[in-house]
């Protein structure tokens, strides 16, 4: 049998990730499942993308009509991997500061 790579889906603890479908087709396909701590957007890439899109795009702009608005969004999310490359190498890691519960600490 050949050796096969770990796989770990990083999921965000939506209620139904967690269902019984989910974590039974996981552990059949041989795929961890690892959750992230409830009320941490901060830990879930995607979510850091967005704040950055939203910050690109949305903040301060102003578009005529739906359609504008929808290819600024486009063209960003296109090109950000060329025009914003620095900016998202520090965004995008994975590299992050973690605190003890200091209610639990003392």
């Known amino acids: 049998m050949p050796d096969t790579i770990p796989i770990t889906v990083v999921l965000d603890n939506a209620r139904y990730q967690r269902c019984k479908l989910v974590k039974a087709t996981a552990q059949a396909l041989g795929i961890e499942l690892l959750f992230l701590p409830t009320y941490s ?25 739906f359609t504008d608005f ?27 500061q973690a605190f003890e519960n200091t209610a639990t600490s003392q």
Do not use: C, G, M
Not at 70 to 88: F, K, P
């Open 41 to 65: 957007p901060n830990l879930n890439l995607i979510e850091r993308l967005w704040k950055f899109t939203k910050k690109e795009v949305l903040y301060s702009k102003y578009y005529a009509n």
């Open 70 to 96: 929808q290819h600024a969004i486009s063209s960003l999310l296109d090109n950000v991997h060329e025009t914003h490359r620095a900016q998202l190498d520090s965004l995008l890691t994975l590299k992050f």
